[in-house]
């Protein structure tokens, strides 16, 4: 049997404890929300490109990834297009924005020709912001 000692006393008591069990379960939430919007976020294009030893700069929320394959083709994003609607497809793409910087990825395999071919296409279709994207090596040789 319990007994309870009542003072008569009606001041509320403090309770010096902090539940912590919603924040949790908001944390795993936001975990299995992240965990599979994580892999939506990436472009999808295999590619093998070659190291650079210069400073990482910060990636823009939205970034444009032209791609040239190891078989030539481009691909904007995920899709591949045709290298004669490349300016229509940057223009959708950045929503008309031409100062938008466009990040031109290309297989080690492809000759500079058809790289610098790529760069030209950009210039021809009004985009002069080009970043070139390189792994990261991992020492200077």
């Given at each position: 049997?319990?007994?309870?000692?009542?003072?008569?006393?009606?001041?509320?008591?403090?309770?010096?404890?902090?539940?912590?069990?919603?924040?949790?379960?908001?944390?795993?939430?936001?975990?299995?929300?992240?965990?599979?919007?994580?892999?939506?976020?990436?472009?999808?294009?295999?590619?093998?490109?070659?190291?650079?030893?210069?400073?990482?700069?910060?990636?823009?929320?939205?970034?444009?990834?032209?791609?040239?394959?190891?078989?030539?083709?481009?691909?904007?994003?995920n899709?591949?297009?045709?290298?004669?609607?490349?300016?229509?497809?940057?223009?959708?793409?950045?929503?008309?924005?031409?100062?938008?910087?466009?990040?031109?990825?290309?297989?080690?395999?492809?000759?500079?020709?058809?790289?610098?071919?790529?760069?030209?296409?950009?210039r021809?279709?009004?985009?002069?912001?080009?970043?070139?994207?390189?792994?990261?090596?991992g020492?200077?040789?």
């Amino acid at each position: 049997m319990a007994a309870r000692l009542d003072d008569g006393e009606d001041d509320l008591a403090e309770a010096h404890e902090i539940n912590v069990t919603p924040f949790i379960d908001v944390m795993l939430v936001l975990l299995i929300i992240f965990m599979v919007a994580a892999p939506l976020a990436t472009v999808d294009v295999a590619v093998e490109l070659p190291k650079s030893t210069a400073q990482a700069t910060p990636r823009p929320d939205k970034p444009i990834f032209l791609t040239v394959k190891a078989d030539h083709t481009l691909a904007l994003g995920n899709d591949t297009v045709a290298a004669d609607g490349l300016g229509a497809a940057l223009d959708q793409a950045s929503h008309g924005d031409k100062s938008t910087r466009i990040f031109l990825r290309a297989d080690k395999t492809v000759p500079y020709e058809d790289l610098m071919g790529a760069m030209d296409r950009l210039r021809a279709a009004g985009y002069l912001k080009v970043g070139l994207v390189a792994l990261e090596q991992g020492g200077a040789h």
